[in-house]
């Protein structure tokens, strides 16, 4: 499905999209801030995979959702919290003996599954750390937590060595100072702070985050959970049926989430890598009469696009993700000696073929 040719476009401002003679026409900005702008794309030569829209000023037309489709183009809207409000995907068809198979995981393959996303993740955060500042955290002690993770027996075992972690994890950020061109009146804008929020005592709410840092990492986590649906889509697999995160909750796919937890870490080695060669100014950033920080869209429209590099990494866990319930027959789950591993899966290689073209 990875195309390194196709980009990823974000729009802010006043967004219209409507489609004419054939050609897409995509309008951004304000006229009467003289920063309205015009891209014409057409069918032939499209190069773009995935739109992003910020905000909710604008229109989009019954044709213009047609040609996206036809282009299989995802179309994302993120509000300027870097909630993912909504987004347009190109439908494929999920064979009803897979949803059937999802759905009727024991809960000793569900442990099976989320073993290996949560090792994944655990691998992903060493690696982050070894990129950014390795003298913070030895090695050797992600090793550790990741033979606890071979030794859970229930998911909230599973969830705790997470969420130790997760801690560890982020006290190597915490107090890594921002490169700022010109100083922002608030210090604990200076530089990064611990992943938690003091306003919601969560990491999770992107409405209560006070850091710039987390604040860009909110958007490029709403991004990814869009790119991830989109992979869903194109290997056929269902994204309610989640095998860590709760199914008790009908506002959300919830394994989206799980495939989410072992690219975040990528994601946030990306953010950081970004902000230490680009000189941050305040006016990149407004913080409301909460204290909360929010992301002016300017510098979204940078950071937002740094996500579709991590489509091979999205592509392979994706991939091997499904391949538990497509094997080369589909007829039985695979035995107890099977692997996480796609290759040489006829029906994958068939379908990541078709999703490429």
């Known amino acids: 499905m990875y195309s390194p040719g196709k980009r990823l476009i974000v729009l802010s401002g006043n967004v219209d999209m409507r489609a004419s003679g ?7 900005g304000f006229a009467f801030g003289g920063t309205l702008t015009e891209e014409w794309i057409s069918r032939g030569t499209c190069d773009v995979d995935h739109i992003v829209i910020l905000g909710k000023s604008g229109a989009i037309t019954f044709d213009a959702i047609q040609w996206l489709m036809d282009m299989k183009i995802t179309v994302s809207m993120l509000d300027y919290q870097g909630n993912l409000v909504t987004d347009m995907l190109p439908q494929e068809h999920i064979s009803p003996i897979v949803k059937k198979r999802q759905a009727s995981m024991t809960e000793t393959q569900k442990m099976k599954l989320a073993k290996w996303l949560i090792s994944e993740k655990i691998k992903g955060q060493a690696r982050a750390i070894e990129a950014i500042n390795p003298k913070t955290i030895p090695s050797e002690r992600f090793k550790m937590y990741e033979k606890r993770v071979k030794n ?11 969420s130790y972690t ?26 990064i702070s611990g992943r938690v929020s003091p306003r919601s005592g969560s990491g999770r709410n992107a ?16 991004c990814l959970e869009s790119r991830m649906k989109r992979y869903c889509v194109a290997y056929r697999i269902d994204p309610d049926y989640p095998v860590l995160h709760s199914d008790s909750r009908t506002d ?12 975040r870490p990528s994601v946030d080695r990306l953010l950081y890598q970004f902000m230490a060669k680009t000189a941050l100014r305040a006016s990149d950033f407004f913080e409301t009469r909460q204290g909360v920080c929010k992301v002016m869209p300017e510098l979204a429209s940078k950071i937002i696009p740094l996500v579709r590099s991590l ?11 499904a391949s538990y319930f497509k094997p080369r027959r589909v007829q039985t789950y695979p035995d107890d000696g099977w692997e996480f591993r796609s290759e040489g899966n006829d029906f994958l290689d068939t379908v990541g073929a078709v999703a490429e073209n």
């Open 22 to 28: 054939g050609r897409l026409k995509l309008t951004q």
């Open 152 to 162: 859970c027996e229930t998911v909230r075992q599973l969830r705790e060595n997470e």
């Open 166 to 191: 997760a801690k560890m994890y982020w006290r190597a950020f915490d107090g890594m100072p921002l490169n700022w061109k010109s100083k922002p009146m608030q210090e604990h804008w200076l530089s």
């Open 207 to 222: 409405q209560n985050s006070v850091n710039p840092f987390h604040s860009c990492l909110n958007y490029m986590y709403a």
């Open 252 to 263: 959300r796919s919830g394994l989206i989430y799980d495939l989410m937890e072992p690219i």
């Open 311 to 321: 489509d091979p990494e999205i592509n392979r866990v994706v991939k091997d993700f």
